[in-house]
């Protein structure tokens, strides 16, 4: 079941981001509860994943973990929504909340970009059966033809520890209770969606943030 809010929380030790109190004031008096400063590191973090059209009008940003299983199930719906709309660009943010289990997963996945195998990586530990362990996670990437060993040496660059830590930095400073968590203009979606509340919640933000 899904639970809609629009962001009106942000922490100041984060890329000196307003208070709590700074940004109520300016929710309460009609002005954009996003600040320009976290729509940045949510939407233009370098460290981050970008699937759909690099250039969209709007972005979509998920928080997810590999162990999550309702985010298992938004796999296909999120797929489906970047194959249907061509001006979207989605945004993954590894957000490791399931134990060490899905750190290694976390880590092995941002990997992969460096292999350019980031979207067959995820999709396949995803289809995983059980949990995701690290045992998984490395059958998961030789069934996509990884290179197993660069991947355990691309695990180690400070971007992956560099990613994973903006996550829970980002997640903590805005008040995320869970995974999935899917951000788009200033409106964050928590839990399993369908394909249409995803197209709704995109369009939403096309219509405030145009």
Known sequence: MMQRRTFIRAGAALLALPTLGQFAQAQEAGSNPMPAELRKALERDPTAPVLGNPNGDVTLTEFFDYNCPFCRKMVEPLHQLIQSDKQLRVVFREW??????????????????????YWQLHTAMFRTRGRVTEAAALRAAREVGLDIAQLERDMAAPEVDKHINSSHMLADHMGL??????????????????LSDMRELVQRARETTS
């Open 96 to 117: 490791p909340v399931f134990g060490d289990d899905s750190d290694y997963a976390a880590r092995l996945s941002l990997a992969s970009l460096k292999q350019r195998k």
């Open 177 to 194: 209770v869970g995974t999935p968590t899917f951000i788009a203009g200033d409106e964050g979606a928590f839990g399993e969606y369908s």
